[in-house]
Nanobody, 127 residues
Framework: QLQLVESGGGLVQPGGSLRLSCAAS????????FGWFRQAPGTEREGVSC????????KYADSARGRFTISGDNAKNTVYLQMSSLKAEDTAIYYC????????????????????WGQGTQVTVSS
């Protein structure tokens, strides 16, 4: 079974930056799509960003575009989410997820597309 292991969450001040990592075992980034999702207290889980085709396909939620960047390192089988200009409303549990796709497939921002999920990592933005 594919396993996704997250790291990089923590406490950061407003305006600061944080980099999340999602290490994936037993895969090639070219054959999977990856997504980052988040869930804040009292809200439904929402898509933040996704990545496929080795980075040729990327998408961002309106709330993340311009501040967050998704990327991948095929040699390390790891997908990253670089977050900058963080705001209190970014506070949430962040999850990475993946599903198999062709090398021509664009990534999906919908939860139902994803087959494999990480355990989640807490990001808290507070002064």
């Amino acid at each position: 079974q594919l396993q996704l292991v997250e790291s990089g969450g923590g406490l950061v001040q407003p305006g600061g930056s944080l980099r999340l990592s999602c290490a994936a075992s037993g895969l090639s980034l070219d054959h999977y799509a990856f997504g980052w999702f988040r869930q804040a207290p009292g809200t439904e889980r929402e898509g933040v960003s996704c990545f496929s085709r080795g980075g040729a396909s990327t998408k961002y939620a309106d709330s993340a575009r311009g501040r967050f960047t998704i990327s991948g390192d095929n040699a390390k089988n790891t997908v990253y989410l670089q977050m900058s200009s963080l705001k209190a409303e970014d506070t949430a549990i962040y999850y990475c997820a993946a599903y198999p796709t062709s090398v021509w497939g664009s990534c999906s921002m919908t939860e139902r597309s994803y087959d494999f999920w990480g355990q989640g990592t807490q990001v808290t933005v507070s002064s």
